[in-house]
């Protein structure tokens, strides 16, 4: 049998949609290193390495930190599947498209699920949080912070202690949001926070990081069952394991740690990219990431504003990497994206549910929140609608960023 | 804060041990490529591309061909949760450390597992695969291929007819031996096949290449429940959906198929290197691959029994690609291969269960299963025994490999 394959060689790209978004060369690069083994003592230094870095990315002093070796929705389900037990009541405030996720996943682990539900673009005052969690009393509060589907990012900094005051803890997903917006897990009192690399992080899908509270890592520590197969006399087996193997985070918190249980194989080349993700962050440090992506991403909006173009959502909660603009009348959402593609190598983003086919999500996240790339995207977008017959003034697009720049 | 890390610039180490082994520098490269977004006709192409590479890699026409994005246990988990429903009958023929692995996923999937058990190193003969399969009834027959801890491995020929004759389904786990031993998904009836990339496909964890019949997608597909936040109008929804949304091989299937399902956002940079992994084994062809496997392995073997070292475990059943010897007396395992590492930068392997701290394990595997790193190990090792004062002929070990190549 005869497959004809070339080497993988993709079209060049500029990635200015909701993620995943062009990965930092210096992540590709780490990743091209060659493997050594797992229990190399240059193996678990990186790993000890990592944890420290993303310490410093979530905010936070909890030990508990490490990847998930998977894509982000792959640590929500090892938060979700470690934490929740078959009956216990979670409480999810939707406002995205993710937030049905965090339902969907919390449902699959057999837990009684409560939702709230508002309009997209819009977030949550604490207080309707609140009395949730006064009438519900969940064992969970699951959040996510910034809903790239929405572009809006629900204020966290209130939850923990809401949630703690009723007995809960608190979840959030940050795969959207974490390094180019505030986050702060440990003075917001988060109890378990879960991201991916591919949008502010400047990585490529396929790693997740995650943190836990001492609290969320004592009720996991309470349901650890040692798998069959390395059990030895004295450890812990349970009638009533964690209904996952892949992601019991009470074993996988003792493969990272001193006990090196041999769980998983490692996904090396993963972690070396994951790794260098937190370095740039941390070399930069994270509040200049953040303010960066305040400047980039404030910019692309004065340009899609200068050319004319309505913002969707709650402005005063908008994530910094990401804007959604309504796609003017007379144009074909899908032919206009294939054309920046074709003509200009540009990626954007479409939209889901209530926002299908009506707005456009443009990113300036990680690796891509520059000034050159939201100058070209905006130069590149006002030939696109002016093909397309939309009255667009000539320059409007980068004039309005250049003003926001301040120059 | 500040955390001073160094760029990633691992050790070199010759990796012969169990696996992970050194990745074939042209899976680095590809790995290195830039990304591109999740439906940009150059992802999907190379997705499309993947799934016709692994169908040669598993010997098989089956269209659901694809890769679970985590390390190999990851593959498991998606071909168990997704078969398996609560209360189901699971048979595993235990006769290693990752038949117990298979019995831990089942149990969690909440299957009621029945087992076999034998002695590490011996495998079953069908007929007592039979009777169990006669007196329990399982929905499915899950046997690991070839089982690490042991270095032999179990032959399937026979067992896709047997599990059909009983109305059962075979899955088989072949992260350690596909692509380095015969393996025919078709021609031996298997409904199910999971893979991982770090032993004979000379690539990182993190990517699970699996495989499924047209009985498993039927399975599969009846209880398909598509996620909240994506569902539209039609889509099949359930009360008892699959227990895990990230391994939802129904959802998996729809994002990997022609409907582009958005399930989650595919680990690009992992493709790239499956996808290599595959290339080069199609290239090599799958045959050629194999003998090269048994040549060196077969070299390996005549060395170290050259040297006086006593073999564990069925010979004729064997893996080409990984062999176990008994540590001589007198000889500290963990002080002898922290030697091997410092002096001559070679990993070789410990064990697990009943041999451990009593055997070896040494790989010739994927990248590494050449003619140099075969007579450099033995090299090596003779070095090593010499000084640890076991009496070793000097030159016995290459000599036997040499013999073992034909002179």
Redesign the interface.
């Known amino acids: 049998?005869s497959?004809a394959?070339l080497?993988?060689?993709?079209?060049?790209?500029l990635?200015m949609?909701p993620?995943?978004?062009?990965?930092d060369?210096r992540v590709?690069?780490?990743?091209?290193?060659?493997?050594?083994?797992?229990y190399?003592p240059?193996?678990t230094g990186?790993m000890a390495?990592t944890q420290?870095?993303y310490r410093?990315v979530f905010q936070t002093g909890n030990e508990a930190t490490l990847l998930v070796?998977?894509?982000?929705?792959?640590g929500i389900?090892a938060a979700f599947?470690s934490l929740i037990e078959p009956g216990d009541k979670v409480l999810v405030p939707i406002f995205g498209?993710?937030?049905?996720?965090l339902?969907?996943?919390a449902?699959?682990?057999?837990a009684e699920v409560h939702l709230l539900e508002r309009e997209w673009g819009t977030v949550y005052p604490p207080s309707e949080i609140e009395a949730a969690l006064a009438s519900v009393r969940p064992k969970l509060l699951a959040v996510v912070h910034g809903d790239t589907s929405t572009t809006v990012a629900q204020p966290l900094d209130e939850l923990g202690a809401l949630a703690h005051k009723y007995g809960a803890l608190l979840y959030s997903d940050t795969t959207a949001s974490l390094g180019g917006n505030t986050f702060l897990a440990d003075a917001w009192g988060l109890d378990a926070v879960t991201t991916?690399l591919?949008k502010c992080l400047a990585g490529?899908?396929?790693s997740s990081p995650i943190t836990l509270s001492d609290a969320a890592v004592e009720i996991i520590q309470a349901r650890k069952s040692v798998?069959?197969?390395?059990r030895v006399e004295g450890d812990a087996v349970r009638s009533d394991?964690?209904?996952?193997?892949?992601?019991?985070l009470a074993q996988i918190l003792d493969y990272w740690g001193p006990k090196r249980l041999?769980h998983?194989?490692?996904?090396?080349?993963?972690l070396?990219?994951a790794?260098?993700c937190a370095?740039i962050l941390?070399e930069e440090t994270v509040e200049a990431a953040i303010e960066r992506h305040r400047l980039h991403g404030t910019a692309m909006v004065a340009g899609l504003v200068g050319m004319g173009l309505e913002l969707f959502g709650d402005q005063s909660n908008r994530m910094n990497n990401i804007v959604a603009v309504r796609i003017p009348d007379g144009v074909d959402d899908a032919k206009a994206r294939a054309a920046m593609?074709a003509d200009y190598g540009i990626?954007i983003g479409t939209s889901?549910?209530p926002m299908a086919g009506r707005f456009w999500r443009i990113g300036t996240m990680g690796y891509n929140a520059r000034r050159d790339t939201v100058l070209l995207t905006l130069a590149a977008l006002e030939q696109l609608m002016r093909r397309g017959g939309v009255p667009v003034t000539a320059g409007s697009g980068v004039d309005g960023a250049l003003e926001s720049y301040g120059g």
Chains 1, 2 share one sequence.
């Open positions: 049998m497959i394959t080497p993988i060689n993709p079209p060049s790209r990635l949609g993620g995943p978004i062009n990965a060369p590709l690069r780490a990743m091209s290193a060659q493997l050594v083994g797992q190399d240059a193996m990186y390495e420290e870095l410093e070796d998977g894509t982000s929705r792959a389900e599947v498209r993710f937030g049905h996720l339902r969907e996943i449902e699959r682990c057999g991916g591919q490529p899908s396929g798998e069959a197969g390395i394991p964690i209904r996952s193997n892949y992601f019991d041999n998983h194989t490692e996904a090396t080349t993963m070396f990219g790794r260098e370095r941390v593609v990626e889901f549910g």
